[in-house]
């Protein structure tokens, strides 16, 4: 696929299929049939991904080089994935190869990766191997001399971005067949940007990332008997700090500081077994231990008058999630399919403990062997919500869990979808339609965000015991063999939701509804050596709140601006969304016959400004003797990618 910055990314590439967008351009949390990104669960080798974010967004913490498979669930969810409302992105990395040892490296425009994978050891004949990717960017490098500059006082400013990530994985089988795996991923980003004088300085520094980390043991137990035990680490941290310096007797004095932190904690405990009696029927059972641990925000400010530091926490929560699944998957004839399940949840935090049963169904009935009609049902309940206090695509977003005050989240979904398979041509053709309910939804009140508010109870600053609705019908056709290959997608829906106490309880369009969203990618195999690909896309404009009248600045000077007055929830939409990528591989063997692969490629190909954000610009309008007549106050759009060409460089080394 054409990729942004020449940095592929599964993220993006998923945000192309039916029933699935991004929110702002360039950013990587998936809105999942009407979904909020924080009701995605996403994992990595069964370890909770809870921010999936590099480069404020515009690419993902998944590196392509390190990944082995991608299963994205939408409807129909298997009992034993829970604990989110709209969809499952199951991740799985590479094992590495056992037989000979194998070394890729790349180069782009953002940054540099290296993959090494191989056996362990010639003694285990092949039983054991490894993989280890590392990915970072060279921004340092490019803006070393604004830092040397900065420093000698020949510049205001400075800034400094740096983004890594690594994967590691290794496996050995046992000659009693049981299998162990170890898998790690740490990922982080660093921002920090200062600006003064020889005498005066302030910073500004925010950096995030994520740790997981997975121990997995399986062995068969029996001929037709498996047993699955996974215990996995996940954590995500967030900081932000500003900081305020002035230089007295040749040494900077800290004026002032504040610094903002959130974090959560998960460490799981999984058990599941799966017995296949006969060809046609499998059983699956478990059970799943969680115990969280959130600290929604943490705020130190230390001031040079008071030497004392002030720190408001709102306090450290633990929580407990345990459940227990079954599955049946029986073809009791040849055109009848079922999965049947149940999932019992219980999740305890403080002295509140909420207990659910989550049905799940799903049918596929398959007339011939070129029809399929399918039939899903599923409850979810989920225990963890996501308070994002902007719509730019910085990661200030906070995780917070459900508490006795605030319920957990609740959906209700039911699916259906009829798929036609046409051999001759490698044609797949598919249509879908859905309709979603969920509670005890919640958002930000107006005006407020855990900055600001720092000295409230997060519960405080929300509303809550929202409901939301949505229902859409997805159209997709996919040719997957032959010279081109491809897909387009088309998606008619609707997402709205509901408080009591926003617009006098009156329905409105989610942020995240687009109305009408069109995808179209192919790749054409020109040659052996060469392939192009293109991808462009349209949506309908995202929802957006805007001003509708001013009020008059009451006891302020002559020349103060007005009071802006806002009026129901999401108002106004944006102009439509639409953007063409284009993109060209040429592989080749190399002189020490090595595999290497140019990619070439442009994003945005016609410069279409896509809105990012939209800005209000305020003027005055002067009459005679300098009088002001009147207010001008424009609504601009502003944008942020214009056309951007890249290229990268891989080679192999075998």
């Not at 890729?104 to 940054?111: K, P, Q």
């Not at 009156?506 to 109305?515: I, K, V």
Request: glycine share 8%; proline share 4%; hydrophobic share 35%.
């Amino acid at each position: 696929m054409p990729a942004l910055l020449g940095e592929s990314d599964i993220i993006k590439a998923l945000a192309l299929t039916p029933g699935v967008t991004t929110g702002s351009e360039g950013t990587t949390g998936l809105q999942v049939r009407g979904g909020t990104p924080d009701q995605n669960l996403i994992i990595l080798d069964d370890a909770i991904v809870y921010n999936v974010s590099h480069l404020f967004g515009f690419v993902s913490t998944f590196n392509p080089d390190a990944i082995h498979k991608v299963d994205l669930y939408k409807a129909g969810f298997p009992a034993r994935y829970g604990g989110r409302l709209s969809s499952v992105i199951d991740v799985t990395m590479k094992e590495g190869n056992n037989q000979r040892r194998r070394v890729e490296a790349g180069v782009g425009l953002v940054g540099s990766r290296l993959l090494i994978e191989g056996p362990l050891g010639d003694s285990l004949n092949g039983r054991s191997s490894y993989m280890v990717s590392a990915r970072s960017s060279y921004f340092t490098l490019f803006l070393l001399p604004t830092l040397i500059a900065f420093h000698r006082a020949n510049s205001g400013q400075y800034f400094n971005y740096w983004l890594y990530d690594i994967n590691a994985k290794a496996n050995h089988q046992f000659r009693d067949g049981g299998r162990l795996l170890v898998s790690v991923y740490n990922g982080n980003d660093f921002w920090g940007a200062q600006e003064g004088s020889r005498t005066d300085r302030s910073s500004f520094n925010l950096n995030w990332g994520n740790t997981t980390a997975t121990l997995r043991y399986t062995r068969t137990l029996l001929s037709n008997l498996f047993f699955r035990s996974t215990l996995t680490y996940s954590r995500y941290r967030y900081s932000i700090e500003t900081q305020a310096r002035t230089r007295q007797n040749d040494a900077w004095e800290t004026v002032q500081r504040l610094q903002a932190s959130s974090t959560v904690r998960d460490l799981t405990a999984k058990v599941g077994f799966e017995w296949t009696p006969n060809t046609k029927h499998t059983v699956m059972a478990g059970v799943d231990l969680i115990k969280h641990r959130f600290r929604p925000t943490q705020i130190e400010t230390t001031y040079a008058l008071n030497p004392d530091t002030l720190t408001r926490i709102n306090a450290s929560k633990p929580a407990t999630e345990m459940a227990a699944y079954l599955e049946d998957e029986l073809r009791p004839v040849r055109w009848l399919k079922t999965n049947l399940g149940l999932r019992a949840v219980s999740y305890q935090v403080g002295a509140r403990n909420y207990e659910y049963v989550e049905p799940r169904l799903t049918l596929n009935v398959i007339p011939s062997q070129r029809v399929a009609v399918k039939l899903a049902y599923t409850q979810m309940h989920q225990f963890v919500h996501l308070l994002s206090s902007n719509s730019i695509g910085l990661p200030n977003d906070i995780w917070v869990p459900a508490t006795e005050q605030v319920p957990p989240q609740a959906s209700e979904q039911t699916a259906v979808g009829v798929t036609y398979t046409v051999p001759a041509y490698s044609l797949n053709l598919s249509i879908d339609a859905y309709l979603k309910r969920s509670t005890n939804l919640i958002d930000y009140q107006t005006g407020t965000n855990f900055l600001t508010n720092f000295n409230r109870r997060w519960e405080t600053t929300v509303e809550r015991n929202g409901v939301g609705e949505s229902r859409g019908i997805e159209v997709m056709a996919s040719k997957t063999q032959g010279q081109l290959t491809g897909w387009v997608s088309y998606t008619l829906a609707r997402h709205r939701r509901r408080f009591a106490t926003i617009d006098q309880n009156r329905w409105y369009a989610a942020s995240f509804d687009r109305r009408h969203v069109f995808s179209m990618t192919g790749q054409c195999k020109f040659s052996e050596k060469v392939s192009g690909v293109a991808t462009w896309i349209f949506q309908s404009g995202q929802p957006t709140t805007v001003p509708i009248s001013l009020q008059e600045n009451i006891g302020q000077e002559a020349t103060a601006y007005p009071i802006l007055i806002y009026g129901d929830r999401n108002n106004y939409r944006m102009p439509a969304y639409h953007r063409l990528d284009l993109g060209i591989t040429v592989q080749h063997r190399t002189r020490r016959f090595r595999n290497a692969q140019w990619s070439f490629g442009v994003y945005n190909a016609y410069n279409r400004a896509n809105p990012f954000y939209l800005d209000i610009e305020r003027g005055l309008l002067w009459g005679g003797n300098r009088q002001i007549i009147g207010y001008d106050y424009k609504v601009v759009r502003k944008a942020v990618f214009p056309v951007l060409p890249y290229v990268s460089y891989n080679l192999v080394f075998d």
